[in-house]
């Protein structure tokens, strides 16, 4: 179950380990899609075949697929219960350190790390994120994101 947590909590906050979320499946037609949105379409991704002879034994998810999954996953983490609007403000450190087998299934593990009240009314906070594969010692990804959110009017 999700943090529910309010944007004033939420800047008192100094640090808060939120856990990891539930295993959710990557599997061939999500990488085929992603590769259809990013017109990325090499064949380590979309060609299981080829793929089976290469370096990983099969397909594996674009980096970039894994992390576009990170906001839905933390969401499952972390709801901020009077958010009003919000931007992602950036990425700090992004490191794709194993790669994700088409068929793996792999998790966020985030951890707020730093807050700030906005002279605009906001709070920016920083989220450590690792991604992890289910039987995997190396994570497939991490990194630091930053969000920006502001209470509803």
Known sequence: MA????VAELVEVSELDLGAG???T????????????T??????????ERAAQGPFGGTIAHGYLTLSLVPAMLKE??????HGRGVNYGLDNVR??????VGAQIRLRARITETGKRDDGGVR??????????????PAMVAESIYITYPKD
């Open 3 to 6: 943090l529910a947590i309010t």
């Open 39 to 48: 017109d990325d379409h090499q064949w380590i991704h979309v060609d299981p």
């Open 26 to 37: 990557v599997d061939q037609e999500r990488v085929n899609l992603f590769a259809d949105a």
């Open 125 to 138: 906070y920083r989220v450590a994120l690792t991604v992890e594969i289910k039987g995997q010692q190396r």
């Open 22 to 24: 539930s295993w959710r």
């Open 96 to 101: 794709f350190t194993a790669p994700v087998p």
């Open 77 to 82: 983490l972390m709801t901020i219960t009077d």
